[in-house]
């Protein structure tokens, strides 16, 4: 059981996790800049708009840490699937840029 | 002084784009003998900027994290009346861009740890490459996007 050996699996399950809170709006927190205020999970803007990306960044980093930690009894096969490392968060680049066409066709 | 640590921010994504430049340019392109300008600054142990790199990108991060909020307030909402979309839908493909780059510095940490892992030689590059180019988009998205309207305005 080694702890460096599942940080592929960190890296690439927290750029799968990010892209899903994002996409599905699922935020451990939310922050509302106009009134400098914090919620719990995903809530509606209260005064001025709501941030989420804070939240999204919450939720990828606890996923991406539970999955790791329930890996590590598997960590000796890891070695092998390192690129999940890079290659999962390249995916998930790529997605972005279609994700978020909509801003660039208008 | 959100005005000065947006100055801070972006002089902390100097350092780090020189060093991550230097370590992609180091890795993908390894200089064989004496040269020039180019020659030598990609003739450098692309391994010694690690702990530097993602020192700088934390604290890059944290910055921009802070100084978020009133960007949010203040210049999405003006390029939102502006009708600029590509300038606002650039930020978003930032903030995204940061966050993996974030989750990815542990993986970083482990393909470019000392004594380097051979079977590790093509991750490493690959993650040079990658986070590289998250530092060099989100340095011209913000260096843009402060031109449009910097946090002067507030």
């Known amino acids: ?106 | 002084m959100f005005t000065v640590l947006l100055i801070v921010h972006g002089l902390c994504a100097v350092a780090l784009l020189g060093a991550i430049t230097h370590q992609a340019l180091a890795v993908w392109w390894p200089a064989r003998a004496a040269g020039g300008f180019v020659t030598r600054f990609r003739g450098v142990p692309g391994a010694g900027y690690t702990n530097a790199i993602i020192v700088l990108f934390v604290l890059t991060f944290l910055l921009g994290a802070v100084i978020y909020p009133p960007y949010r307030l203040v210049v999405r909402t003006y390029l939102e009346n502006a009708r600029l979309w590509t300038a606002n839908g650039s930020f978003e493909l930032k903030e995204q861009f940061a966050a993996i780059g974030l989750g990815m510095l542990p993986f970083y940490w482990f393909v470019w740890r000392q004594p380097l892992d051979e079977a590790l030689a093509f991750s490493r590059r690959a993650t040079a490459a990658i986070l590289c180019f998250i530092v060099w988009f989100g340095f011209l998205v913000g260096h843009v996007l402060n031109n449009i309207r910097g946090l002067f305005g507030q």
């Open chain 1, 1 to 106: 059981m080694s702890f460096t050996r599942v940080l592929p699996l960190f890296s690439a399950a927290f750029a799968l996790i990010y892209v899903l809170a994002e996409q599905a709006n699922i935020a451990l927190v939310t922050y509302h800049p106009r009134i400098n205020d914090w919620d719990a999970w995903t809530q509606p803007a209260r005064s001025g708009p709501a941030m989420y990306w804070f939240g999204w960044i919450g939720t990828a980093f606890l996923g991406a840490t539970l999955a790791s930690v329930a890996s590590l009894p598997f960590s000796s096969r890891m070695k092998g699937v390192a690129w999940i490392g890079w290659v999962v968060p390249l995916l998930v680049i790529l997605a972005f840029f279609y994700l978020m066409r909509g801003f660039f066709l208008r």
